[in-house]
């Protein structure tokens, strides 16, 4: 088994020169990686190379891929601490290497992917480290929301932000036949999944399947850097990669159990990805900066807006309504969103009420629990039931009456 590489990259329809997207092809070592650079200043240019030199000394240094990621993302550290107009840059990762036994690793960080086409099938490998993808899997929206979500290019995780970084590792068992794609997200926000599946369906050339990507991307409207490599595995000897990639084979190994399934993070042989992923907090990436403040600024709008929330629900008030005393759950006239609920009409007309009763209620009183509004209604249930019963005597008393007028 071998892999026959087509490669391609273009800055797109609507960006400036320089690419920020970087690609690395090397068949000797095996190694293939998309990154995708973002910072002022030539910053993004600068941190998918700087991250892409790191990762290829690494791993020519016999590093396994997890640890040869780690070294690009202190590489990027390192460099924009030297400079700063650099401060901030930062880039994905995709990387890809060819381990002993067939099993193709893939190292990832960010929001740049890896598909695998196999038998009809179109898969994606990778799962985005960005903003819209949390929310999906939040189940805050769905995958079709997240494709037209004006931050969808925010990535929560990136090379070049923090000292540790988190490495995602997905190893595939290849098979001839299989085509693996890397591509930045300059692909994936252009053109749907269905659509790339279908030019990698018709283009049996790698190279020619490549060029065909980056131009439908453009015809789409090109509007990011555009990066592909595609891996096509075909039988044949592979050369001296088996032996130069045995660092990974300790990683690889565990994970390729049977029916180790495609595209499911490597769970064994080092930190677990998904567990580190919850532990560590994701602020990073492209504007990743401002979720860091953004955040905590929700969080507290949220907690304020709960406290009024609670503190307006907690609440009752007697008033009258549609001519009767009513008592009302809430503050009067709501309270940012919190609107008032009735709990109870009550049988007392505001007929039945003194002038003073009325303009009392007119002003609404407040009570800190329901017993306490109700005790209030007793109250006055009580009055009008003395008063009536006073009238009731009053009117038995002899009255003198008028009497009827005339004609
Ligand atoms: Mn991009």
Request: glycine share 10%; net charge negative; hydrophobic share 40%.
């Amino acid at each position: 088994m071998k892999l026959v590489v087509g490669e391609q990259t273009d800055v797109g329809r609507a960006r400036e020169e320089p690419n920020e997207d970087d690609k690395l092809v090397d068949d000797r070592m095996g190694l293939f990686a998309v990154a995708d650079g973002m910072g002022g200043h030539q910053g993004g240019e600068v941190a998918s190379s700087t991250a892409m030199e790191a990762l290829r000394a690494a791993v020519a240094a016999g590093a396994p891929i997890r640890d040869a990621i780690s070294r690009a993302n202190e590489a990027v550290i390192e460099r924009a601490a030297g400079d700063d107009r650099l401060r901030g840059m930062g880039t994905t990762m995709t990387a890809a290497t060819l381990a002993a036994g067939g099993t193709l690793l893939i190292g990832h960080v960010g929001d740049s992917r890896a598909y695998l086409a196999r038998d009809g099938t179109f898969t994606q490998i990778t799962e985005d480290h960005s903003l819209v993808e949390e929310m999906v899997r939040g189940g805050e929206l769905t995958a079709e929301q997240a494709e037209v979500h004006p931050q969808r290019n925010i990535v929560t995780r990136a090379l070049g932000i923090e000292p540790a970084v988190a490495v995602e590792l997905y190893p595939i068992e290849l098979r001839n036949g299989d085509r693996v794609l890397l591509c930045s997200d300059g692909l994936t926000s252009m053109i749907r999944p269905d659509a790339i599946a279908a030019i990698l369906r018709q283009e049996t050339d790698p190279q020619a399947a490549a060029e065909k990507l980056v131009d439908a991307a453009n015809a789409a409207g090109g509007q990011d850097n555009i990066t592909v490599v595609v891996l096509d595995v075909v039988e044949g000897d592979p050369g001296p990669v088996a032996a130069t990639r045995a660092a990974d084979a300790a990683v690889v190994e565990p994970a390729a159990a049977p029916e180790a399934e495609v595209g499911a993070p490597s769970d064994e042989g080092g930190p677990t990805p998904r567990r580190e992923r919850r532990r560590r907090f994701r602020g990073a990436g492209r504007v990743g900066r401002i979720l860091l403040w953004v955040l905590p600024v929700v969080l507290v709008i949220a907690l304020g807006f709960g406290a009024v929330g609670w503190y307006a629900r907690r609440t009752y008030y007697v008033t009258i309504d549609d001519q009767r005393v009513t008592v009302f759950k809430g503050v009067p006239g709501g309270l940012l969103g919190w609107d008032p609920t009735l709990e109870q009409r009550t049988t007392l007309r505001a007929n039945d009420l003194t002038e003073a009763e009325r303009s009392d209620l007119d002003d609404e009183k407040r009570f800190s629990s329901r017993e306490k509004a109700e005790d209030f209604v007793a109250v006055l249930r009580g009055k009008v039931r003395d008063r009536e019963a006073e009238s009731a005597t009053t009117t038995t008393l002899p009255v003198p009456t008028a009497p009827p007028a005339a004609p």
